[in-house]
């Protein structure tokens, strides 16, 4: 995080502030050495959330397709299919 003095904030402020917009980096402002202020970047939502993600992931595999392995499956389960209770 970069500090500034007030002075200096005063004198390069248009420009400090697109630096921070662009960056993203936080100022902080001192008087007198101490910090009387921070500049910060506001973080924007996205006008639309379709999309967001597109480019960050890839898909490896087909999802739709049947998996053509054998299952081993053990059915000692007593179900009551018909729901009279036997």
């Given at each position: ?37 921070k500049l910060?970047p506001i ?44």
């Amino acid at each position: 995080m970069k500090t500034i003095k007030a002075s200096e904030f005063k004198a390069k402020c248009l420009s400090l502030m697109d630096d921070v917009a662009q960056s993203g980096e936080e100022i902080i402002v001192t008087k007198n050495g101490k910090p009387v202020s921070k500049l910060v970047p506001i973080k924007s939502k996205p006008r639309e959330v379709y999309g967001l993600h597109r480019g960050m992931w890839q898909l490896m595999d087909e999802l739709v397709e049947p998996v053509n392995d054998d299952w081993d499956v053990d059915v000692d389960v007593d179900v009551d299919v018909d729901g009279d209770g036997d």
